[in-house]
């Protein structure tokens, strides 16, 4: 304590410790520093490979550490850093001596290595569209496959093969996604039609039998490439040909009873319990979000009934990747109407675009969060394993995007009734907050700061779609010019009554003052009601700052009257109060 000193900073004093860290040379820092950092490197599945016990992604075989010219010298797992890297394998993986820090990128491009992720990303879709356009089609590019070959390439070099036209018979989507998840193919469909939307277009291309894969190097043997190629995707093909042959042997409604030999998970039963449990959920689910049509229930509940089925057929088995899509093409082929089918295939969407499908999976998420809290096996830290987070969003996002009215407090206190293990209030509540959560992801994500998202989540964080049209219009009045002139008027009101623990009722026989007369007076013209949106609230606020400022300016508040007291809090609770269930402006900028 005898080393701090106090300075006087403006009009206040503050205690000051001075420490002096003496400066070391950079690469003696960066010696220190570097093994630390790659140790901190952490990978979802590591490997060990020698006898330094030091767990990484892959095998640690160089370093190139300069800093200039200078090698920075460091051993991490059994490596001692350098100045020379590697160039392909298929080369051999010669040698490539880096003569400096500066010099590294050229170098690397002399060696045939694209290192900027984006030049090779630029040269991966070029080498793809010129590819398709050989054959008067178009390459299906989506970002992930597109990001996935990206990282896994440092020579893109664009091999076009084929493949027999006889298995075009098989589902589209069967076909895409063992060209993409299983051999990352960019999958051909013919060229979009002139005139058309792309949109349009691509529901009306038809795939062709061909494929563009990724080689990491030049053309040299290209052919053999090509040929193997070919051959492992004719056998991938000739496996799903299998697969959907035996399985259209049966109706989709048949495998449901299946489901029993599958685990959900060893507290909450099968997934036969599972698809009973949503069954029941699903009725209650479409009756919040308002759908009474006939004709619409009844698809609903079958695509809840049928949702799962498909779980028990030798393709999801092969492929978890296409589960509900299969169950989608299954339905169609089942006899079922194209409304239950779409529902079943679009139920693992981020943003499922029907109603029915929007019941499917709200229910599907709803059950699996509800459980899986119930069980004790709550996300913690980075761990996820089962995926709650994404089910979490799964619920957020598409009742935002169908702008649906929906109370998610009741929701999961439905799902938790018909759980087969206890899911107490107190887990009910770690639930919602946990989704709260998600939504302030979501919104902030959206380009919403964060003190506006985390006022209106305060008070409304159990109905998405109704955060998300009070953050929009919230936001919109935090920009407003008279903004400063707004806020602080309401939070008079609020900041002086909220440490009282009683409401007290307003009696217009005890205001004395004009203008706590002419305050009461504005709140009975312009608060008649309790205002439901966010515009609502601050229209009225507005209309009152006028009347609020004059108040304070004039009237004492706590005045020694214990009555006329009261009445003048009684007053600015009735302003405070003006938006519970909307927001809560205290936590704003501001404020």
């Not at 140790?39 to 992604?57: C, H, L, P, T, Y």
């Not at 200078?70 to 160039?87: H, K, L, N, Q, W």
């Not at 277009?201 to 040929?227: Q, Y």
């Amino acid at each position: 304590p005898a080393s701090l000193e106090v300075r006087e900073e403006g009009n206040n004093k503050y205690v000051f410790a001075l420490v002096k860290q003496k400066g070391r040379p950079t690469p003696e820092v960066l010696a220190e520093a570097l093994p630390k950092l790659v140790a901190d490197i952490k990978f979802e599945k590591s490997m060990r490979w020698n006898d330094s016990g030091v767990s990484f992604s892959r095998p640690i075989r160089w370093y190139v550490t300069l800093l200039g010219e200078v090698v920075i010298p460091f051993e991490y797992a059994g490596v001692v850093s350098g100045d020379t890297s590697r160039g392909l394998r298929p080369y051999d993986s010669p040698e490539v001596k880096i003569t400096s820090a500066d010099k590294y990128f050229d170098i690397i491009r002399e060696a045939g290595i694209l290192l900027d992720k984006e030049e090779r990303k630029a040269a991966i879709v070029a080498q793809v569209n010129e590819a398709a356009h050989l054959v008067g089609g178009e390459a299906i590019i989506e970002d992930g496959l597109l990001n996935e070959v990206t990282n896994l390439i440092e020579m893109p070099t664009a091999v076009m093969g084929g493949f027999n036209e006889e298995f075009l018979a098989l589902p589209r989507d069967v076909l895409i996604s063992v060209m993409k998840k299983h051999q990352r193919y960019f999958p051909v469909q013919s060229a979009a039609l002139s005139g058309t939307s792309r949109q349009a277009s691509a529901v009306e291309a038809r795939l062709l039998p061909h494929f563009i894969a990724i080689r990491n190097g030049d053309d040299i043997g290209i052919d053999t490439v090509r040929e193997g190629n070919e051959h492992v995707l004719g056998a991938r093909f000739a496996d799903a040909n299998f697969f959907v042959r035996e399985d259209v042997k049966l109706k989709l409604e048949e495998y449901r009873p299946k489901l029993s030999s599958l685990t959900f998970h060893t507290k909450l039963g099968s997934m036969l319990d599972k698809s009973d449990r949503m069954l029941k959920l699903g009725a209650e689910v479409g009756a919040m979000l308002g759908y009474k049509d006939a004709t619409l229930v009844k698809n609903y509940a079958r695509a809840v009934y049928l949702a799962k089925a498909d779980l028990a057929t030798q393709m999801v088995t092969e492929m978890t990747s296409l589960q509900g899509i299969i169950g989608g093409e299954y339905a169609l082929r089942s006899g079922e109407s194209k409304e239950v089918a779409a529902a079943i295939a679009e139920q693992y969407q981020a943003v499922p675009q029907t109603k029915e499908g929007l019941v499917v999976a709200l229910t599907d998420r709803l059950d699996s969060l509800v459980g899986m809290f119930g069980a004790g096996l709550a996300p913690t830290g980075a761990k996820d394993p089962f995926g709650l987070r994404r089910a979490a969003i799964g619920i957020v996002q598409p009742l935002i995007e169908h702008d649906a009215d929906f109370d998610l407090a009741l929701a999961v206190k439905l799902s938790a009734n018909t759980q087969p293990i206890e899911v107490n209030a107190e887990a009910q509540e770690k639930i919602l907050d946990f989704i709260k959560g998600r939504l302030a992801v979501a919104l902030k994500d959206s380009g919403y700061k964060h003190d506006v998202v985390e006022a209106v989540l305060a008070q409304q964080s159990a109905n998405p779609a109704a955060s998300a049209q009070a953050v929009k219009q919230l936001s919109a009045w935090t920009s407003r010019e008279d903004w400063s002139t707004i806020l602080p008027g309401y939070a008079r009101c609020v900041r002086i009554t909220r440490d009282q623990k009683e409401s007290f009722k307003v009696n217009e026989k005890i205001l004395v003052e004009a203008e706590e007369k002419v305050l009461f007076k504005a709140i009975q013209e312009s608060a008649n009601r309790q205002p439901t949106t966010v515009n609502e609230f601050l229209e009225i606020v507005v209309k009152l700052v006028p009347s609020i400022n004059a108040f304070f300016d004039k009237v004492l508040v706590m005045a020694e009257d214990k009555k006329v007291k009261e009445n003048r809090l009684g007053l600015l609770q009735s302003i405070a109060s003006l938006s519970t269930g909307i927001a809560d402006p205290s936590h704003l900028e501001g404020f």
